[in-house]
């Protein structure tokens, strides 16, 4: 079973920095598609940032050009630099897994981070 651990997020103030991290365990991480997703109050979760097996990376437009998402394979680690932040980026932050296999697809979430930025 797939498990996703983020240690805590943070406080920031605009125009700041955070570093997220998510350490996945119980399979091969290298197979899985990497995401980040965020909530806040009141809206829908929607996608942050995603990382293929191979590298490969898709933003949100509202984060173009300020957060980067990178993964370790060897760390099995997904991480989400966060630069340039504003009040709007507080949220609570998801770490997500996904991988298909046949007909099959495999979808796990992390517990979730706070980030605040004040």
């Known amino acids: 079973q797939v498990q996703l651990v983020e240690p805590g997020g943070g406080l920031a103030q605009p125009g700041g920095s955070l570093r997220l991290s998510c350490a996945f365990s119980?399979?091969?991480?290298?197979?899985?598609?990497m995401a980040w997703y965020r909530q806040a109050p009141g809206k829908q979760r929607e996608l942050v940032a995603s990382i293929g097996s191979g590298g490969s990376t898709n933003y949100a437009d509202s984060v173009k050009g300020r957060f980067t998402v990178s993964r370790d394979n060897a760390k099995k680690t997904l991480y989400l630099q966060m630069n340039s932040l504003k009040p709007e980026d507080t949220a609570v932050y998801y770490c997500?897994?996904?991988?298909?296999?046949?007909?099959?697809?495999?979808?796990?979430w992390g517990q979730g981070t706070q980030v605040t930025v004040v």
């Open positions: 119980g399979s091969i991480f290298s197979l899985y598609v």
């Open positions: 997500n897994a996904e991988h298909s296999l046949g007909s099959t697809l495999y979808n796990y």
